[in-house]
C-alpha cells in the first residue's frame, strides 16, 4: 500500500511538471464581441473592399460572412483533410480590386502519391463562386501523415507572394535540404514565377522557391508595421516555439538546433545554437502552440500600440506581446480561456478580429 502511494505521488507529480501552464498573467482590460457565430476551425479569413468577410473552414468550405449573413462558395480547391490538413490560409492581392486576385494555401492530393502536401492557389471571385483558378506551387512528395503543413501567406511590399510549408513531420529530411519541400519560406511572383534574384535560384536541383529553410512548422507571418521585414512563428516540438525574423537563404536550424524536446521528453539535440543558423528572437518554453499572427498598427487600443498579437491553441487565449528594440519584453492574456485561437487579423476599421475554434470570429475591445 505504501508502495502504490509513493508511486501515485511521484507520477503525479511527474504529470505536473511534463504539463506546465503557462504563467503569463491575464489582462482583463478588454472584452469581446462575437461577430460570426457557428464556426468549427476559421483557419484563415480577410476582409474584402465591400464590406464582406471571406472564411476558411479547415473542412473545405469557403463562407462569404456580410450583414450577418454566411454564404457558401462554390468552387472551393478539394482538400486533403486530414490531422492539420485542410483549407488553410486566405489573402488578397495587393492591388486586389485593380485585378480581383484571391490566393489560398490547402493540402491538396495532387500528384502520383498518396496523401497531400501543402498547394497554393490563386482564383477570382465571382457570383458567389471562385472563377479561373490557377494552381501556383504543389509541395512533393505527398504523404498520409497528418501535420505540419504550415501555412500562411503575406504580400511584401514589393508584391512578392511568401508563404509557409511545415517539414509534414520528416524532420530529419525535410528542412535541412533545400532540394526537397518543406521546413521552408517560399518567395513567389504573383503569377507563381520564381523571381530571379531567390536566394538558391543558381544551387543545382534546389527547389528554386525556397527563400528561407530549417523550419519546422510555421502557422504565423506577418509584415511588421514599421521595419516591414516578415516575422514567422513557428511550432516547436516540447517546447521551443519560436519567432523569426526571416531573411533571404538563411537557416533557422530545426532539428540541428532547438530549445525543445521530444514529446516523450528525450533530446533531440544537445545543440540550442549553431554557428551559419539562425537564433530565435524569442522562444517559449513551455510551448503554447502558436497560430494566427498579427501586429496592431492602429490607434484602438491605446498603450498596445506596435504590440504583437500569437494565438494560442494549447493554453486558449491570445497573447499580447510587447516589444522594445526588437524583442519581446513582456506579455500578458487577452481572451483567455474562450478557445483554441487559430486566425488574427486587424480589419479595415482598425479593430483586432480573432479566429477562435468551435465558436467563431469575434472583435476584440479595449475597455480602460
Known amino acids: 500500500m505504501k508502495f502504490l502511494l509513493q508511486t501515485f505521488i511521484i507520477t503525479g507529480l511527474l504529470s505536473f511538471v511534463a504539463c506546465a501552464q503557462d504563467k503569463n498573467p491575464i489582462n482583463k482590460e478588454h472584452s469581446y464581441e462575437l461577430v460570426v457565430n457557428e464556426l468549427i476551425n476559421p ?103 497528418g501535420q505540419h503543413f504550415g501555412s500562411r501567406i503575406v504580400f511584401d511590399d514589393n508584391g512578392y507572394l511568401f508563404f509557409t510549408i511545415g517539414e509534414r513531420g520528416n524532420r530529419d529530411e525535410n528542412p535541412q ?69 526571416i531573411k533571404p537563404g538563411l537557416n533557422y536550424g530545426w532539428p540541428v538546433i532547438t530549445y525543445g524536446v521530444n514529446y516523450i521528453g528525450t533530446k533531440i539535440t544537445d545543440e540550442t545554437a549553431k554557428p551559419g543558423m539562425e537564433q530565435p528572437i524569442h522562444y517559449w518554453t513551455p510551448s503554447i502552440a502558436p497560430s494566427g499572427m498579427e501586429f496592431i498598427s492602429s490607434d484602438k487600443y491605446k498603450g498596445w500600440e506596435n504590440n504583437l498579437l500569437v494565438g494560442s491553441l494549447k493554453f486558449e487565449y491570445l497573447d499580447n506581446c510587447y516589444i522594445k528594440d526588437g524583442q519581446i519584453i513582456k506579455e500578458e492574456r487577452l481572451l483567455d480561456g474562450l478557445g483554441r485561437v487559430r486566425s488574427i487579423n486587424q480589419g479595415p476599421d482598425g479593430y483586432i478580429y480573432v479566429g477562435i475554434e468551435n465558436l467563431g470570429i469575434v472583435k476584440l475591445i479595449k475597455t480602460k
Not at 480577410?46 to 450577418?68: C, H, Q
Not at 523550419?215 to 516540447?238: A, D, F, L, S, Y
Open 43 to 145: 483557419w484563415g479569413f480577410t476582409f474584402m473592399p465591400n464590406g464582406s468577410m471571406l472564411i476558411n473552414e479547415k473542412e473545405g468550405r469557403i463562407i462569404n460572412f456580410k450583414d450577418g449573413v454566411k454564404t457558401e462558395i462554390k468552387g472551393a480547391p478539394k482538400v486533403y483533410n486530414r490531422g492539420q490538413g485542410g483549407l488553410l490560409d486566405v489573402k488578397l492581392h495587393p492591388n486586389y480590386e485593380d485585378n480581383g486576385w484571391i490566393y489560398f494555401s490547402y493540402s491538396s492530393t495532387d500528384g502520383e502519391e498518396k496523401g497531400g502536401h501543402t498547394a497554393i492557389m490563386r482564383a477570382k471571385l465571382k457570383n458567389d463562386s471562385l472563377v479561373e483558378s490557377e494552381l501556383l506551387y504543389k509541395a512533393s512528395p505527398n504523404t498520409t501523415k
Open 177 to 245: 535540404d533545400i532540394t526537397r519541400d518543406g521546413g521552408k519560406v517560399y518567395r513567389l511572383n504573383d503569377d507563381g514565377s520564381i523571381p530571379n534574384d531567390n536566394p538558391f535560384i543558381d544551387k543545382d536541383n534546389a527547389k528554386t522557391a525556397i527563400y528561407s529553410y530549417g523550419h519546422r512548422n510555421p502557422q504565423g507571418m506577418v509584415i511588421h508595421p514599421e521595419t516591414r521585414e516578415i516575422w514567422t512563428h513557428e511550432h516547436g516540438p516540447k517546447g521551443g516555439d519560436e519567432i523569426n525574423i
